[in-house]
């Protein structure tokens, strides 16, 4: 078998064999196929794409790779959810305790942000002392008797995923369906899980900017966990303005907490909502989504989902005084408002420039060795479809360090995100569709 004749057959529109794809991958993890020949194949696939199942194929070698997670002394059904990121997105803080609470184990891996704001870690960080870092053992024993654990990824975690997407990201071939899919799923798979919830984020501040694209990918990865036997759902929702109000690590554990005490924002709360009810009905608790959502909602009332929080947090060396005591989370030195020029509506907030504005304050990474900043960010005054008044307040930045000139580039971002029109604004949905493998409900 040789590589040449494989990218060839690609390249002609061919469907490979299991075989072919296991000698490309593995080929390739041993550095005895050369990237040129793999920069190749990449970019035929990006022309021709892939059937699903090679896209399964794919996806399982890449997820054989490396460290695969064994989750099997956890009780129960193990059901992980991943999003394929936003602005705001502090989900996964809601998530792994309000479903714990439910009683579906949340056994999560997550990373680090590069870029805007940071990552689940850098969000959980924020609580002193929270450690992301345990042994293997440690990690089970938590779940088993806590409910959920949030921790780092494995450094050896599907490596020929990470190979192929650096050789991906310069050659101009990151932006395929089928690439992306695999990537994703084969770290999900490699976790662990036996069934997997995604939030696929469509509008300005996502990876997919359409919702039709949005809605092929969420179809190709959920054929992926339906070809390897893992029960997966796909929920379509909206990136076109942040989610929530805060954009900042300790601003989001805020937001996150008191969503937990059923006081957050209303469009958080709304998506925490349906994930987790497919997570319980994946996980077995429930018949129907509406059904687990009459559970959940008791559960935050109840306040029996933030005593969940509560006992993760201490499990994993937390200060549990910082989320009883939101005032004592790290904060910023000063605030500075950003107004607004004219009078409307807000028709639009680009969210990816809200993400970097508060990357501009230090609450996320320019670097891999970037420090962050936990207690800086953005708070949003005025959201889609609210009326505003020249000289309103648009937005909030919390500072500490950040040099002056920063400072007026994030203002200025900030400014720039936000289009006011004279014409009234309906509210954008929160959901636009649910993938699963029996094909694509649409809701607008």
């Not at 991958?25 to 020949?37: H, K, L, M, T, V």
């Not at 997670?69 to 309000?98: C, F, M, N, Q, R």
């Not at 997407?165 to 976790?191: E, G, H």
């Amino acid at each position: 078998m040789r590589a040449v004749d494989i990218i060839q057959k690609k390249r002609d529109g061919h469907e490979l064999s299991a075989e072919e794809i296991t000698f490309l991958i593995q080929g390739y993890s041993r550095g005895e196929i050369p990237d040129y020949q793999m920069s190749a194949w990449a970019m035929a696939v990006y022309f021709q794409g892939m059937t699903s199942q090679e896209t399964g194929h794919l996806t399982m070698e890449m997820a054989k790779s490396g460290d695969q997670v064994d989750l099997s002394p956890i009780e129960g059904i193990k059901v992980d959810k991943h999003s394929t990121g936003g602005v705001g997105d502090k989900t996964t803080i809601v998530l792994a305790p309000l479903v714990a609470a439910a009683g579906v184990p949340v056994a999560k891996m997550s990373g680090r942000g590069l870029g805007h704001t940071g990552g689940t870690l850098d969000k959980l960080e924020s609580i002193s002392g929270f450690t992301i870092e345990l042994s293997r053992d440690e990690f089970l024993n938590q779940v088993n008797e806590v409910g959920a654990a949030v921790i780092g990824q494995s450094g050896n975690m599907a490596p020929a995923d990470k190979k192929l997407y650096a050789l991906r990201d310069v050659t101009s071939t990151v932006n395929s369906i089928p690439l992306i899919a695999s990537s994703v799923m084969s770290k999900k798979i490699a976790a662990g899980a036996d069934a997997i919830v995604l939030d696929v984020k469509t509008g300005s501040g996502a990876f997919m900017k359409t919702l039709d694209d949005s809605i092929r990918l969420a179809e190709a990865m959920v054929d992926i966990g339906t070809h390897v036997g893992r029960d997966t759902v796909a929920v379509i929702s909206d990136m076109d303005q942040p989610l929530g109000f805060g954009i900042g690590n300790a601003l989001e554990i805020k937001e996150a907490v008191e969503t937990l005490q059923g006081n957050g924002p209303e469009d958080l709360e709304e998506v925490s909502l349906i994930l987790a009810s497919h997570m319980l009905v994946l996980g077995g608790k429930a018949k129907t989504v509406e059904e687990a959502r009459v559970v959940l909602e008791e559960l935050l009332r109840s306040g029996a989902a933030f005593d969940k929080l509560k006992q993760m947090v201490a499990a994993q060396h937390g200060d549990v005084g910082q989320i009883e005591d939101l005032s004592k989370l790290p904060g910023a030195s000063r605030t500075l408002e950003v107004k607004a020029d004219t009078s409307g509506y807000v028709a639009s907030i680009e969210a990816e420039a809200i993400g970097i504005a508060a990357m501009l304050l230090g609450a996320g990474r320019e670097t891999k060795e970037s420090v962050i900043d936990y207690g800086v960010g953005v708070t949003l005054v005025k959201k889609v479809s609210d009326e505003v008044k020249a000289g309103d307040t648009l937005a909030v930045m919390h500072i500490n360090e950040a040099s002056e000139s920063k400072v007026q580039e994030a203002e200025n971002k900030l400014k720039q995100a936000y289009s006011i029109t004279d014409a009234a604004v309906p509210k954008q949905p929160l959901i636009y569709a649910l993938v699963t493998k029996h094909g694509v409900e649409r809701f607008v």
